[in-house]
């Protein structure tokens, strides 16, 4: 149980790598032994075999350090150039079933032989058998051992206590048959009648059991090693060098040495070193692997680059807006992790599970050996169930049911462009029926665009830009810069402009090559006394039928024609919200613009509902009541004033170039422009969570039903240690299916 720490002015936070876990009893008490430091807070994963801990001023590394080794793991502070304890793991168990298994395969031949072919015995056989499983069961099943030392001298179990028990109990039996036991014919492991002396093959069920047991463990290992590997190449894209320009010279420097506002250069085929703006220079981009987009981006004076991306062509000079763990793949990644560390309330309850399974399983296998006793059992009967019992119970599959699906799912996630920031969005997910849409920056752009020119009488389309252009070539106005923008993607240079004179909330004025030139709304040409012709009125109002903002030009007091200027609708945003219906989903359009331009895009993307005319501080409120009308809300949005109401909604969901408050209110941050990653977001998180209920009823199933099988001897301890192993490889080949999610 985690308890809350007391108020501190200075929390840290720590993460610690911890070795000697075995499973998630352990991961349990690891975290239950930190907690009881005063004001501190700890989550420890079992599948990434770390610990992150919040830690109040005044308390020291060693402090925790000490803790956790007296309870008998190993611990250290997590720094970026650690080996990876799980790559560590695979090579000591891969060690250990190599051994194991190279033993065991001559001594079951041998043993099974030997027992049932008496003719073919020699003097000391039963010694040899010994010998063979000697370094089976004390050095390859010795981690099995060490962990329930370990749970002993804290007086508590967990499923390594049933896996020692099991394998040391079948070799005491064996050994003591073979040393001291009579030479009279008896039955094999259940298997049918044996020759005289046949007890002693009871040792290859020690050393099969290891060895099976061992091999679970090793291909668990590995298949989580290959799912944290996801995030590990997150890492992998970002740049090690950087060529940062001082003095106007080139030095190629490590990456830790580029600070905000440095300037560097980019070659072709090079990863960009940090998130930046483009000084100088133009290129395509490759984003696929930070934000998922397929096509490559356009980069350009003044275009944003991010960093991780390569540049495929041209030669760029880049200025640094975010350097090292502020970068958006440092925070993708750091949020990935961050994720698998906390947990579902799900995986909450497999631990408590787990904390009592163990102990009710070894008063089971008690139980099943007095009982067959009682019932007058033979005693190799009664044995054989008991030793059943505790082997096929070990709660492996149960432990890792939950990490690894999240791992798989987090990192999938982060390649396709999905930041999964903790498994409370997938438990989120699964009730949603509703998606609430932001307009502004969300649906559409957030950035004014001229969408259509319209001369009037006798002038031409050129015309009319080129004096719009150059009057709001002055201005700083978000309309006036689209202007500025349309003009220039038309034609190369624009005149200069004199006389200039900002007109605040109406327009501009100017003198173009010695004309007198007017831009502005209707209201100021109302004021100016400028007659609008029949077809200018006819184009204002279309324009703002469609939402769309109409700026009327002027050249010596006669109307030169209508510029149509609107924030455009995402290309992607009707078939995402297509997508949302098809899966069932409700979709609202929420915004704080006006009633005709929310109706306009609302019915260009196609949802079900537009609120039109919600002050920022009404949104929350707007989620709440649809809440509390019984509907299951998804938010996306991208704002400061979309903050509260991403953390209101069941499930937040930020896009990734949004306000760091939106960014730190949702549960989902979407890294893509492109708006189809909503459904996408929406179908990953469902399924990672169907993979995790998955996992659960086949670890919690197989468990209820072999543990009678194993009471009523009706499983051997050699094929219960195998089932329990192909039941936690199981699991985790399960949660890996995640990692093709999308690709089909």
């Not at 501190?40 to 079992?46: D, G, H, L, P, T």
């Not at 000591?92 to 079951?108: E, N, T």
């Amino acid at each position: 149980m985690t308890t809350a720490p007391p108020a501190h002015r200075d929390v840290r936070t720590l993460e610690l790598a911890v070795s000697g876990m075995t499973c998630a009893a352990c991961s349990a008490r690891v975290e239950r032994t930190l907690n009881k430091l005063d004001g501190v807070r700890a989550s420890v994963n079992y599948a990434t075999e770390r610990a992150t801990v919040q830690v109040p001023a005044g308390l020291g590394d060693e402090v925790l350090l000490d803790r956790v080794r007296k309870a008998g793991y190993g611990a250290r502070v997590r720094g970026e150039d650690d080996e990876d304890l799980t790559e560590v793991r695979v090579r000591d168990l891969r060690r250990r079933l190599i051994v194991a298994a190279v033993l065991a395969v001559p001594l079951g031949d041998l043993s099974i032989t030997l027992a049932l072919v008496p003719s073919l015995r020699f003097p000391g056989w039963q010694l040899l058998c010994l010998a063979l499983a000697v370094p089976v069961v004390f050095w390859a099943a010795l981690p099995f051992h060490r962990a329930a030392l370990r749970n002993l001298r804290h007086r508590s179990s967990s499923m390594d206590t049933l896996v020692s028990l099991g394998v040391l109990a079948s070799f005491a039996w064996s050994a003591w048959a073979t040393l001291f036991g009579g030479h009279e014919p008896g039955y094999w492991v259940g298997f049918g009648p044996t020759a005289a002396g046949a007890d002693a093959v009871y040792l290859d069920v020690a050393a099969g059991v290891t060895t099976f047991l061992l091999a679970g463990r090793y291909f668990e290992s590995r298949s989580r090693r290959g799912a944290a590997g996801l995030l590990a190449a997150l890492d992998a894209l970002a740049a090690k060098e950087v060529r940062v320009l001082r003095d106007g010279a080139e030095h190629l420097v490590p990456i830790g040495q580029l600070a905000v506002g440095d300037r560097f250069v980019v070659k072709p085929g090079e990863a960009i070193a940090a998130d930046g703006m483009v000084e100088s220079g133009r290129s395509t981009v490759d984003v696929s692997a930070v934000t998922g987009e397929p096509v490559p981006a356009e980069a350009g004076p003044g275009g944003r680059v991010i960093g991780a991306s390569v540049n495929r062509e041209g030669r760029l000079v880049v200025r640094a807006t975010a350097v090292g763990a502020h970068t958006q793949l440092a925070q993708m990644t750091a949020l990935a992790e961050r994720a698998q560390a906390r947990k579902a309330s799900v995986q909450r309850l497999v631990d408590r599970i787990c904390a009592v399974f163990v102990p009710v399983v070894l008063v089971l296998s008690a139980l099943t050996l007095a009982g067959r006793l009682l019932t007058g059992h033979p005693l190799r009967d009664a044995f054989t169930a008991a030793v059943s019992v505790l082997i096929i119970a070990c709660p492996c599959a149960l432990g890792l049911a939950t990490p690894t699906a999240l791992m798989a799912g987090v990192g999938r996630g982060a390649q396709l462009g999905i930041l999964i920031k903790g498994p409370d969005a997938l438990e989120a997910s699964r009730r949603v029926d509703t998606v609430v849409l932001d307009k502004t920056g969300t649906v559409t752009t957030g950035r004014m665009t001229v969408t259509g020119c319209h001369p009037v009488a006798a002038r031409t389309a050129g015309e009319v830009l080129w004096f719009a252009g150059a009057v709001e070539a002055g201005s700083e106005h978000a309309i006036a810069a689209a202007v500025v923008a349309g003009a220039r993607a038309e034609m190369a240079e624009l005149p200069e402009v004199t006389a200039f004179q900002a007109l605040p909330g109406l327009g501009a004025q100017g003198e173009v090559d010695g004309r007198e030139v007017v831009v502005g709304s209707a209201r100021l040409f109302a004021e100016r006394a400028i007659e609008l012709p029949a077809e200018a009125t006819a184009r204002v109002d279309a324009a703002h039928a469609e939402g769309a903002v109409p700026v009327l030009v002027a050249v010596d007091r006669e109307v030169a024609g209508v510029m149509v200027v609107r924030d455009v609708v995402k290309p992607s945003a009707r078939a995402a919200v297509t997508a949302l219906r098809e899966m069932g989903l409700r979709t609202v359009l929420l915004t704080g613009d006006h009633e005709t331009a929310a109706r306009a895009v609302g019915a260009e993307i196609g949802v079900d509902e537009v609120r039109a005319g919600v002050l920022p501080a009404e949104k929350a409120r707007e989620i709440e009541a649809m809440r509390a009308a019984g509907a299951r809300v998804a938010m996306v949005g991208d704002g400061v004033n979309d903050g509260p109401a991403l953390a209101t909604a069941d499930l937040g969901m930020a896009m990734a170039h949004g306000s760091d408050i939106a960014l730190r209110s949702a549960d989902l941050v979407l890294v893509r422009e492109d708006l189809r990653v909503v459904p996408d977001a929406i179908r990953l998180a469902t399924g990672t969570l169907r993979v995790i209920r998955g996992n659960l009823a086949w670890a919690f199933g197989y468990n209820v039903a072999a543990l009678p099988l194993a009471a009523l001897g009706l499983l051997n301890p050699l094929i219960a240690g195998a089932a329990m192993s192909l039941s936690s490889v199981l699991v985790v080949s399960n949660s890996l299916r995640l990692r093709s999610f999308g690709e089909d």
